[in-house]
């Protein structure tokens, strides 16, 4: 029995597109986007960030060494949010109805900037009980400390958790831990699959 949902965060929540930050970052600093797409792919800038090796002070510093620029700390971090589409692709009435009886955990490889604007424009971020955000823990998916930490958030066994991800791989990481785990396709998948484990939310 289901005890505990967990939701992954973006593109199962909220779609995001990094192509938007590339092409705004490069009216900043006269790079194509494509050459600041291979930078930072080269850089592992991100992957540090979302592990929470620095803070975003110092995101920023080492992102303009890499793009050669000045950005004022306001626009940075609008230019840095701005891959986040405006809709999300779970209704906020459905994860609010799911915690009227269940409990829910969001898990995600994600960054302070990020999950800090996201909390305070997306609704659908407040009906969590737990969030375990790889900045926070250290650790991103699919390392299993990430996923030992969600089920110790979870408060239950792992087979009495189900969560969703939209990287095979990260799903793969959580079955690794005991988890019940499906990638995320779409909405209307989903919500067959957690009505399939009896969790409701009408």
């Given at each position: 029995?289901?005890?505990?949902v967990i939701f992954?965060?973006?593109?199962?929540?909220?779609?995001?597109?990094?192509?938007?930050?590339?092409?705004?970052?490069?009216?900043?600093?006269?790079?194509?986007?494509?050459?600041?797409?291979?930078?930072?792919?080269?850089?592992?800038?991100?992957?540090?960030?979302?592990?929470?090796?620095?803070?975003?002070?110092?995101?920023?510093?080492?992102?303009?060494?890499?793009?050669?620029?000045?950005?004022?700390?306001?626009?940075?971090?609008?230019?840095?949010f701005s891959v986040?589409?405006?809709?999300?692709?779970?209704?906020?009435?459905?994860?609010?109805?799911?915690?009227?009886?269940?409990?829910?955990?969001?898990?995600?490889?994600?960054?302070?900037?990020?999950?800090?604007?996201?909390?305070?424009?997306?609704?659908?971020?407040?009906?969590?009980?737990?969030?375990?955000?790889?900045?926070?823990?250290?650790?991103?998916?699919?390392?299993?400390?990430?996923?030992?930490?969600?089920?110790?958030?979870?408060?239950?066994?792992?087979?009495?958790?189900?969560?969703?991800?939209?990287?095979?791989?990260?799903?793969?990481?959580?079955?690794?831990?005991?988890?019940?785990?499906?990638?995320?396709?779409?909405?209307?998948?989903?919500?067959?699959?957690?009505?399939?484990?009896?969790?409701?939310?009408?």
């Open positions: 029995m289901i005890r505990t992954d965060l973006g593109r199962v929540l909220v779609p995001f597109d990094f192509q938007i930050a590339y092409e705004l970052m490069s009216r900043r600093c006269g790079l194509e986007p494509a050459e600041i797409k291979r930078r930072f792919s080269n850089s592992k800038l991100a992957h540090g960030f979302e592990s929470g090796d620095f803070d975003e002070f110092e995101f920023q510093r080492r992102v303009e060494e890499l793009l050669e620029t000045k950005v004022e700390a306001g626009e940075f971090r609008n230019i840095w986040f589409h405006p809709h999300t692709l779970i209704p906020e009435s459905m994860v609010a109805g799911i915690r009227k009886n269940f409990r829910t955990v969001l898990l995600s490889n994600t960054n302070p900037i990020h999950f800090t604007m996201l909390y305070e424009r997306y609704p659908i971020l407040q009906h969590f009980d737990a969030y375990i955000l790889s900045h926070e823990v250290g650790a991103m998916k699919p390392l299993p400390s990430i996923y030992q930490a969600a089920i110790a958030a979870a408060g239950c066994q792992p087979e009495e958790c189900f969560f969703t991800d939209d990287v095979a791989e990260y799903v793969e990481g959580a079955r690794s831990a005991g988890i019940d785990a499906v990638q995320f396709q779409s909405c209307e998948q989903i919500q067959q699959e957690l009505k399939a484990r009896g969790v409701y939310w009408e």
